[in-house]
């Protein structure tokens, strides 16, 4: 089989199957040979790992994953791609395609049925539409994963790597860093890509905690992401301003919460860290006036 990064042998393929792009889907090929290779060295797969694989294409980096892991198992939505498949990874039989969708398939009896006790990464090329809404499944079921590596849009990347408490962060960068320690690797320009995108793309990875590095009160974990949430709402505000509007609290009643919990009350969302936004949790959870 001919190189996957070749433009001609992908044009020819598309030809052969009557497959073309599609936008909706979020698909550009990648042609530069020496990305995919890099991004499966950078997942630290290897012999006895299992690798669940989002949206594999035409199989560019699915074939490298094949080389490294004992068992590849990919999720692919578009239903005009498995004959395409059956013919470029034809050469592989540690390779599963599953036509669902990601957002809506059954991950944890997948990895179970697929991978039994084998480790288990992810690795893809995600779709920058959708890329939060797969991070976040992924990361919030609790999922027997060690780690994800994914190539997203530059600023998204940028985003789910800051750290909390400093400019950058975002909401998101407190629910990743929550969940894991991530570690922007590399970036991709788009020439790399078939046909090229308007913006730069980055490879990051994952690293899933065994335990989050923070204990919200009660385990309450949808109770602090509600209120990071709220926070982020309204950026612009201080962080006690956009909690009493996002939450619809009482502002003495936040600004109260924050005095207790040692908290500045002009500081602003991006400024707290997670143990400040769990102490501020576990403030504003006290009944007004008891201190």
């Not at 480790?119 to 780690?147: F, G, W």
């Not at 040692?262 to 006290?286: H, I, K, N, S, W």
């Amino acid at each position: 089989m001919p190189s996957l990064t070749d433009l001609s042998t992908i044009r020819a393929l598309c030809a052969k199957y009557d497959f073309a792009l599609s936008k909706g889907f979020g698909q550009n090929f990648i042609i530069n040979p020496g990305v995919c290779p890099r991004i499966a060295e950078a997942s630290g797969i290897g012999p006895g790992w299992g690798v669940l694989e989002i949206g594999p294409g035409i199989g560019v980096l699915t074939e490298q994953l094949c080389r490294r892991a004992d068992k590849v198992v990919s999720v692919e939505v578009d239903k005009r791609l498995p004959p395409l498949l059956a013919e470029t990874m034809a050469g592989f039989d540690n390779f599963k395609l599953v036509l669902q969708d990601v957002l809506k398939v059954d991950l944890r009896a997948l990895l179970a049925e697929e991978f039994g006790d084998r480790p288990v990464a992810v690795c893809a090329n995600l779709p920058y539409y959708i890329t939060s809404p797969i991070l976040m499944r992924l990361l919030e079921e609790k999922l027997p994963i060690r780690n994800i590596t994914v190539m997203v849009q530059k600023e998204a990347a940028q985003r789910l790597c800051a750290a909390p408490g400093t400019r950058e962060a975002g909401a998101i960068s407190y629910a990743v860093a929550y969940y894991s320690t991530p570690k922007l690797l590399f970036t991709v320009q788009p020439g790399s890509f078939y046909p090229a995108p308007k913006v730069t793309s980055a490879v990051i990875r994952l690293d899933v905690h065994d335990t989050p590095p923070v204990t919200p009160p009660d385990g309450d974990e949808a109770g602090l992401f509600c209120l990071i949430r709220a926070a982020f709402s309204q950026r612009r505000k201080t962080a006690a301003n956009a909690v009493s509007n996002g939450l619809s609290l009482p502002k003495a009643q936040v600004l109260q919460a924050m005095e207790t919990a040692g908290l500045d009350v002009r500081l602003r969302p991006e400024q707290l860290t997670l143990e400040d936004y769990c102490t501020l949790q576990t403030a504003l959870r006290r009944p007004v006036g008891n201190n």
